[in-house]
Each structure stands twice: as structure tokens, then as C-alpha cells.
């Protein structure tokens, strides 16, 4: 009420303004139409709701379960919004009913990705949740710079080998940047090698150099590298597998030549039409 009797002051002192003043023809002409210009804005203001109202309407909205109308209240309160805190608050509301309510992993992604514009209003913890939602969104390209983004604040933390080994897999698995993948690989060995994740690194970057970038030589050292390390290690059998038949193809290593005899039957069995 107070908002409407404002907006009608202001546009009825407009009127008198743009009708009683006495400054010329043309004057009186270029003010009307610079009055009537800021009268549309005031109108066109005086109908806006602010972020606490469409947030509390989408908060209703929801425990009514309608889903849909908090959506709509909630974009607007994106829009409204002016804070940091403020957008992140609704960009979460917003992933989590495409997370949990409206299921669509692609639009959870960009909207999570939303509070990635604020990192002073988080914390370790949080930047961390926010970061794997992101991931588990589907939206790698945004979790990329959530990851920097940790790594670049908490570099020290106990969770820093973790969180750069994931981020080494992103880029392995999603981005499918295998040069950065080994840069990752190596600087989670390197750098926090007495973690639990320092031998995964390395035997991770290792099969990469052998399998996928065929550089077998580099391949070599990064598992022999491996043994000298971790001589009790879990992975150490795998390890001696792959330097046995580094370079070899499937059809050259006898413990896999199964693997490919029954792919054959498959392949021949389907071209007969027989199942």
C-alpha cells in the first residue's frame, strides 16, 4: 500500500510538472516527454516484487507443493535479488527442486553454478558441497572452476589431495584433457605423497601415458617410479602387469586373449541371427 501511494504522488507531481511549468513551447514539449519517459519506469516499478516477497511466496509455494509456482517465484527472486547471500540462497532453492523435485540434472547444473560467482560467501565445507552437486549435475565445465576455485583457497587443507586427485578424473573421464589429467596426476604425487591418494595418482597417471597418449617410455618411469614407492601396496600386481605388456595390444597378452575370443563368438553369433 505504501509502495502503490508513492508511485501514484510521484506520477501525479509528474503531471503537474509536464502541464503548469511555463519554459517555452519546445522546453515544455522535451520535459513532457522526458516526464512521461520516467512516469512509464515508475509504473513499470511500482509492479515489481521484492526479493523477500517472492522468496517468501516460493517458500509457500512449496510447502503446498506446488512446485511450479515456487519455480516461477523463485526465478523472479533470482532476478530481484541484489545480495551475494541473496543469490546464493536462491540459486540453491532453485538446483535442489531440479535436483529433487523436477528432476533435470542440466538446468541443477546452472543454477548450482550460480554461487560459484561469490566465493567470499563460502567457506571450505561449503564450496566443497557446492562443487560436487555441480559435478553431480552433469555440468563439468563449471565444476572445473569450482575445484580451482577450492584448490586456489584451502591449497593446504586435509582435503586438498582429494579434491585435486577428483579433479585430475574430471579431466580424465568428462573433459577428456589428458595432458592436464597427468599434470594433476603427478602434482597430487609430488606434492602430497605421503596421502593415501599419492599411489592412485600415480598408477592413474601411468596407465594414462601407456594406454591413452601411447608415450610408453614415460609410462615406464612412472611405474617403476610406482614400485620403488610402494613396494607393499595393493596395486603393485597391476603395476607388474602393466610394465609386462606395456604396448601390447589385447590380442598380444594371453591372460586377456578370452576377453577377446568371446567379443568373436558374440560378433558371429549376431551375424547369424542366432541368440
Not at 37 to 57: D, F, H, N, P, Q
Not at 121 to 142: H, M, Q, V
Not at 192 to 203: E, Q, V
Request: overall charge negative; glycine content about 6%.
Amino acid at each position: 500500500m505504501v509502495v502503490k501511494l508513492r508511485c501514484e504522488i510521484n506520477i501525479s507531481r509528474i503531471h503537474r510538472i509536464t502541464t503548469t511549468d511555463r519554459i517555452g513551447e519546445k522546453g515544455i514539449m522535451l520535459k513532457k516527454s522526458l516526464m512521461l519517459m520516467l512516469g512509464a519506469l515508475l509504473l513499470v516499478g511500482c509492479g515489481r516484487k521484492s526479493y523477500t516477497e517472492l522468496i517468501t511466496a516460493g517458500d509457500e509455494f512449496m510447502n503446498n507443493n506446488d512446485t511450479r509456482q515456487a519455480l516461477e517465484a523463485y526465478r523472479e527472486a533470482l532476478s530481484a535479488a541484489d545480495l551475494p547471500d541473496q543469490k546464493i540462497e536462491v540459486a540453491t532453492k532453485l538446483g535442489d527442486i531440479f535436483t529433487q523435485q523436477l528432476p533435470n540434472q542440466d538446468s541443477a547444473g546452472v543454477y548450482y553454478a550460480v554461487v560459484l560467482d561469490y566465493p567470499d560467501e563460502l567457506n571450505s565445507e561449503s564450496l566443497r558441497n557446492f562443487t560436487k552437486k555441480i559435478y553431480e549435475a552433469g555440468n563439468y565445465g563449471a565444476a572445473v572452476r569450482g575445484y580451482s576455485l577450492w584448490l586456489e583457497r584451502y591449497s593446504e587443507d586435509p582435503l586438498a589431495p582429494s579434491m585435486t586427485y577428483d579433479l585430475a578424473e574430471l579431466y580424465h573421464k568428462h573433459i577428456r584433457d589428458l595432458i592436464r589429467a597427468v599434470e594433476l596426476y603427478d602434482a597430487v604425487a609430488q606434492k602430497y605423497g605421503t596421502s593415501s591418494f599419492a599411489p592412485k595418482a600415480l598408477f592413474s597417471e601411468g596407465y594414462v601415458y601407456a594406454n591413452e597418449l601411447k608415450n610408453f617410455d614415460k609410462a615406464r618411469s612412472i611405474y617403476q617410479t610406482f614400485l620403488t614407492a610402494y613396494p607393499e601396496h595393493e596395486m603393485v600386481p597391476s603395476v607388474e602387469f602393466e610394465l609386462k605388456y606395456l604396448g601390447k595390444t589385447i590380442e598380444e597378452i594371453p591372460e586377456l586373449k578370452h576377453l577377446m575370443s568371446g567379443k568373436t563368438a558374440e560378433t558371429q553369433v549376431a551375424g547369424t541371427g542366432k541368440k
